[in-house]
């Protein structure tokens, strides 16, 4: 039996790093796979990465390579919550996302009350 993850990532030059990281894993073939072509054009940009694996041991090679490749990334997106922007990558997400919960988690919880003025 084998089982194949598609990986999109954004840009040709990231998919060729991340084809050659995940290749050489034994029981675990990666090939990239090109759209269709349109009409009118070259057809040359690729679409995903295809990565066969066979059941067990090498798919979670394969899932391991993939989870250390997005762990080194430089690539970086931002969240906002309550007002506060994090910049989150790949080598802080684990602290950075934390802190989004907690900003998160801050706007559930109920500010207290004010204590009504008392004019005696």
């Known amino acids: 039996?084998?089982?194949e993850l598609r990986v999109y990532v954004n840009g040709?030059?990231?998919?060729d790093g991340l084809?050659?990281?995940m290749g050489g894993h034994p029981g675990v073939e990666v090939d990239?796979?090109?759209p269709p072509p349109e009409r009118n054009s070259q057809g040359t940009v690729w679409d995903f990465l295809s990565?066969?694996?066979a059941a067990g041991g090498p798919i979670v090679a394969a899932v391991s390579a993939l989870q250390l490749?997005?762990?080194a990334q430089t690539?970086?997106?931002?969240?906002?919550?309550?007002?506060?922007?994090?910049r989150v990558n790949g080598r802080n997400a684990e602290?950075?996302?934390?802190?989004?919960m907690e900003a998160a988690r801050a706007l559930e919880t109920p500010a207290p009350a004010e204590a009504p003025d008392d004019p005696a």
């Open 1 to 3: 039996m084998t089982v």
């Open 12 to 15: 040709v030059g990231r998919l």
């Open 19 to 21: 084809r050659d990281w």
């Open 32 to 34: 990239v796979v090109e």
């Open 51 to 53: 990565v066969v694996c």
């Open 69 to 71: 490749w997005i762990g």
């Open 75 to 86: 690539t970086e997106i931002e969240v906002e919550v309550g007002g506060k922007r994090f």
């Open 95 to 100: 602290v950075k996302l934390r802190e989004v």
